[in-house]
């Protein structure tokens, strides 16, 4: 029996660098840097050096490409990699931000061979 996809949206493996801010309702209660390590319309895998708890909030500026994502979401999951930092499974919880389509034609880009990140000599 075949297993059944449970992803609604394809993942891009791609480092972009992320400025974390964690919040308590509106107001900012800790911040951080981290990376993402893979890319979704839904959500990011992102890696910080501190763990964030279930369900907590955050507000995110993501560098993709030469653009900024400026994105809320959320926590599903927080577990410690055997590099000793956090591997952070992020929902985003606002979709419908005017940034989401640079967000999917970066992953356009990416998936055809055109890789935004890659430094050129």
Known sequence: MAESHQRKHRRITSLNLADVHILDG?????????????????????????????????ALTIAIGDDLLEIKGKVVYSRKGNSGKYQNGIQFTDYNKPEMPMLKSFMDAFDGGQAALSVSP
Do not use: K, W, Y
């Open 26 to 58: 509106n107001d900012v209660a800790n911040s951080g840097i981290g990376r993402t390590l893979n890319v979704s319309e839904s959500g990011i895998l992102l890696e910080t050096h501190f763990p964030m708890d279930t369900d907590q909030r955050l």
